[in-house]
């Protein structure tokens, strides 16, 4: 079920991807909600994020990531709509 939106593929709808050749973004979805579809492009391109937690994690990390997580929690709780939901998901 491939989705061609704008010249770019996707493999389905709400199924991010790397987009290792764009200037400025690390990932971009294909986001539906309802009827609406909207591409969001979200992460800095060579960013050191988090990641997912690890066993053994440093503090620092761990800090990094709750930080994160404070600073966007208004955005990430908008939804499948928005970037910082995206992010959280994917890279935190």
């Known amino acids: 079920m491939a989705i061609t939106y704008r010249g770019e593929k996707f493999a389905g709808y709400n199924v991010p991807k790397r987009t290792a050749n764009h200037p400025k973004k690390s990932h971009a979805v294909l ?7 909207r591409l969001i ?7 050191k994020t988090a990641g ?9 990390m ?3 990531r709750a930080s994160f997580k404070a600073r966007h929690a208004k955005n990430i709780r908008k939804g499948k709509m ?3 939901y995206w992010a959280d998901k994917v890279k935190w």
């Open 62 to 64: 761990k800090k990094k």
């Open 31 to 37: 986001a539906k909600e309802g009827d609406k579809i």
């Open 41 to 47: 492009r979200f992460g800095e391109q060579g960013a």
């Open 52 to 60: 997912k937690p690890k066993k053994g994690e440093s503090s620092k």
């Open 82 to 84: 928005s970037a910082a």
